[in-house]
């Protein structure tokens, strides 16, 4: 009962679905319905039987022209999609090996550019050391190992070019050959639908031939059956005669009506299944209407894309042939500017000529202080060898020296001066010594100066006292403040890294360092230099009110920069700057006006350094060797003479006398000798005498002697 309700409960079937399965499945519960109301009606099993089985072959036959369309269809469907399954495949391999030309060329454009970078860097560096090549002949091969490597660097850039611009090349001829394969396979597809549709069209046909020979088959089977049966009866009914007479008319009225349903119904459905056919087959060729159209858009579509790329291409010539015509244009002006630069070159041949002069004077001073480079540097290496091998010997000589005494003669060894040993390379002389200061060490000593009892920046008391700081140029107290202001306000001429590394150390020796970088920023190599930029960070107090006046502060500076010329006109302006005025007093400038006071310094120092060399310039007719700063010898000699004191007289006296006495002593060694020698080859020849009368003593030629020599022998010890 249950499963009845669930039965009844679920929606059935209709033959109105749109799905094929369920048209079919709404048929077979219709006919075996029908089928039971007969079995019902005429209680015979057999016949239900035979009904069933002439309904099956219909049945049958539809179901299995069915499963072969469907299979067909699907055939079809695969054949046709195997073109875009091979497509997509190629496409999906192309794309793989584009990744992966894609991360080999970037792989290979980071190495490149990685070593291409280190090549330059590595040019870069060298950039240093060829402005360090004094030598003319060294800087020439530094330039071309620079060319060469700057080539290198080039023809791989290009080497590159010409592989990424074949790449793209391979690229183009891929993408047509793509193209022609794509056409290929679009009238190829076309092909198949075509044949697809043909195929179907006459599989659709055979099956409705065969679906309609089955139900003839099965009309004519039901017609043989029905006759039979009717055959059967009418012998019944003879046999049975009238009894059975009116009963078999109305069974044959009945199955009449039935055949005639069958017959309507089975017209029906083959109507409706024709018509479903030809539905499918107006769908089909729908669609292959459809692909037809597609495939005419897409033709078109290439052939517009086809005419845009004709029409650039005559953009591209009409845009050539105008650039050739600015080219022309262009040309004309080059040729203009040619003549000009003719003429041009003609009026600056005679300044060249003179310029020529004056480069070739200028560059003859610089060959001539190369070679006196040269000459300092092969006289300084032939100086460490002479001196090294004069080391070596009197230090052979000292050891010698120290052995004669504490091993031959046994008193204690006296060393003498050898502190001139400790010198490595020419004599400096006092004067070279104290020229050669570093600014570094100046500022050093500048700062570690104390400032005693004489009078700081407040106040000068007195005309003595003025007059006393004239005599020492500068309170130590004063310049140490002068130099902790321009530490202070100038740190913006010193690096921020060099910053970040000084911080770290104390207070005198970061300003020290700072000091240092400042003074080589602005060019301040000696020691005179400090002392002429001194003035400019020190005023009257009268003058403190006038800090607003540029113009006046400019002149004051100016004034006191063109007055140090030398060491002693800075001098002279320090006494000027802090001799008392009408009771003034000689302070700091504002630490806002440093910049300006170091501005007036470097351009004072600038014109100085300008007006030195426009004079040896002027002079430079009369330019010799001797102008240039010689090296002074004077300690050289008594340098050299020094190796020959480390042995005075009487050590030399004392060695003659003991190389006396050593020979002697060695007159009586070898004396012995030749006595230990003869000692030795006489007690060779008892040794072998020895033996031989050992020999004679035990031959057995003794034993047959009536008077043996053993006899003999102890006789005479016996004797």
């Known amino acids: 009962m249950k499963n009845s309700q669930e039965k009844d409960e679920e929606p059935e079937p209709t033959v109105e679905s749109e799905d094929i399965q369920e048209r079919i499945q709404a048929r077979r519960l219709r006919i075996e319905r029908r089928i039971e109301a007969q079995r019902r009606a005429e209680g015979t099993d057999e016949e239900e039987g035979v009904k069933i089985e002439e309904l099956s072959k219909s049945l049958k036959q539809i179901e299995a022209s069915r499963q072969r369309n469907t299979k067909l269809l699907r055939d079809g469907n695969e054949f046709l999609t195997n073109v875009r399954v091979a497509g997509d495949a190629r496409e999906n391999a192309r794309r793989i090996e584009d990744d992966e030309a894609r991360r080999l060329r970037r792989e290979k454009l980071e190495a490149e550019a990685k070593a291409a970078t280190e090549k330059f860097d590595d040019i870069t560096k060298k950039w240093e050391i060829a402005l360090q090549k004094e030598i003319p002949q060294d800087l020439h091969e530094m330039l071309q190992a620079q060319q060469e490597g700057c080539d ?22 891929l993408y047509v050959k793509e193209l022609k394969k794509q056409s290929e396979e679009i009238d190829l597809l076309v092909e198949r639908m075509e044949e697809q549709v043909r195929t179907m069209t006459r599989a659709y046909k055979q099956e409705l031939l065969q679906i309609e020979k089955a139900f003839v088959q ?20 003879v046999d049975r005669q009238n009894e059975y007479l009116q009963a078999r008319q109305l069974r044959v009225d009945d199955f009449e009506d039935q055949l005639s349903a069958l017959r309507t119904q089975h017209a029906e459905e083959f109507n409706e299944l024709k018509v479903t056919l030809e ?7 729908q669609q292959v209407q459809m692909m037809k159209a597609t495939f005419q858009l897409n033709l078109e579509k290439l052939e517009y894309n086809f005419q845009v790329l004709k029409k650039r291409e005559e953009d591209n010539t009409q845009t050539k042939s105008l650039q050739k015509r600015r080219i022309t244009r262009l040309q004309d002006a080059l040729n203009n500017l040619r003549v000009k630069l003719r003429k041009q070159e003609k009026d600056f041949k005679q300044q060249n000529e003179q310029l020529t002069e004056d480069y070739s004077f200028r560059d003859l001073m610089k060959k001539a202080k190369n070679l006196l480079g040269a000459d300092g540097k092969k006289f300084h290496d032939i100086w460490l060898m002479n001196e090294e091998e004069a080391k070596k010997l009197a230090e052979r000589l000292l050891d010698a020296d120290r052995v004669l005494h504490e091993q031959q003669l046994g008193i204690p060894w006296t060393e003498p ?21 570093p600014v570094a060490q100046v500022v050093r000593d500048m700062l570690s100066r104390e400032g005693g009892d004489a009078p700081g920046l407040e106040q000068l008391g007195s005309v003595d006292e003025a007059r006393s700081l004239a005599a020492r140029e500068l309170n130590p107290s004063i310049v140490r403040s002068v130099l902790e202001l321009v530490c202070d306000e100038a740190g913006f001429l010193i690096e921020k890294k060099l910053k970040t590394l000084l911080a770290p150390l104390e207070k005198d020796e970061r300003n020290l360092m700072q000091l240092d970088a400042v003074f080589s920023a602005l060019g301040i190599t000696s020691e005179d230099e400090i002392d002429k930029m001194l003035p400019y960070f020190l005023q009257d107090s009268g003058a403190i009110d006038e800090e607003d006046e540029p113009e006046e502060e400019e002149g004051a500076v100016g004034g006191g920069g063109s007055e140090a010329g030398s060491g002693e006109e800075a001098a002279e302006e320090i006494r000027r700057i802090v001799s008392p005025k009408d009771g003034s007093r000689v302070t700091l400038i504002h630490p806002n006006r440093v910049r300006r006071a170091l501005r007036g310094f470097v351009q004072e120092l600038q014109r100085s350094h300008q007006q030195r060399q426009h004079q040896s310039q002027g002079g430079g007719q009369q330019f010799t060797l001797k102008d240039i700063e010689e090296r002074d010898d004077s300690e050289d000699a008594a340098y050299w003479a020094r190796y020959g004191s480390l042995i005075d007289e009487d050590k030399e006296a004392l060695w003659d ?32 005498l020895r033996h031989l009368l050992q020999q004679y003593v035990t031959s057995k030629v003794n034993q047959e002697l009536e008077i043996p020599p053993t006899r003999v022998m102890q006789l005479d010890r016996l004797g």
């Not at 539905?279 to 060729?285: A, G, I, S």
């Open 657 to 688: 006398a003991l190389l006396a006495g050593m020979e002697k002593y060695s007159s009586v060694l070898q004396s012995r000798s030749s006595l230990l020698n003869e000692t030795d080859a006489l007690r060779l020849q008892n040794a072998e």
């Open 218 to 237: 099965q009309r004519e089977d039901t017609m043989e059956r029905q006759t039979s049966d009717w055959e059967a009866l009418m012998k019944q009914i």
């Open 152 to 173: 290198s660097l080039i023809d791989e850039k290009n080497k590159l070019i010409n592989e990424l611009l074949f790449e793209l090349k391979a690229k183009d001829e």
């Open 417 to 437: 001066d050898c502190s001139f040993l400790d010198n490595v390379g020419p004599v400096v002389s006092a004067s070279d010594r104290a020229k050669s200061v």
């Open 279 to 285: 539905q499918d087959v107006e769908r089909l060729q």
